[in-house]
């Protein structure tokens, strides 16, 4: 199983991005999925996750501001990011809960970081 993740870039303060991240492999269920963060010199954060049904939780920091998103169909999860802020400057990696063959327990997989930048 693999997870790529894409979409992050060079943006000024209060622009828009849009990450996704597309689990590919051996699939047979993704449970839940959730992007996460990492700034220099800090600990990796959770940014937002998204369970099998659709329900959303965020950070208090990007409530608001960022919105999750999943396509089961295409075992694909989206993190719409606006208004975006200088603090929010950091690796973007995406994670996901990923059921291989009927029943089995969920493994965590994650991406590899995309890198968002925020300029002020």
């Known amino acids: 199983v693999q997870l790529q993740a894409s979409g992050g870039g060079l943006v000024q303060a209060g622009g828009s991005l849009r990450l996704s991240c597309t689990a590919s492999?051996?699939?047979?269920?993704?449970?839940?999925m959730s992007w996460y963060r990492q700034a220099p010199g800090k600990q990796r954060e959770l940014v937002a996750v998204i369970g099998s049904g659709g329900l959303t939780d965020y950070r208090d920091s990007v409530k608001g501001r960022f919105t999750i998103s999943r396509d089961n169909a295409k075992d694909t999860a989206y993190l719409q990011m606006n208004s975006l802020k200088f603090e929010d400057t950091a690796d973007y990696y995406c994670?996901?809960?990923?059921?291989?063959?009927?029943?089995?327990?969920?493994?965590?997989?994650w991406g590899q970081g995309t890198q968002v930048t925020v300029s002020s």
């Open positions: 994670r996901a809960s990923i059921v291989s063959s009927r029943g089995s327990f969920p493994t965590a997989y």
């Open positions: 492999g051996n699939i047979f269920r993704i449970s839940d």
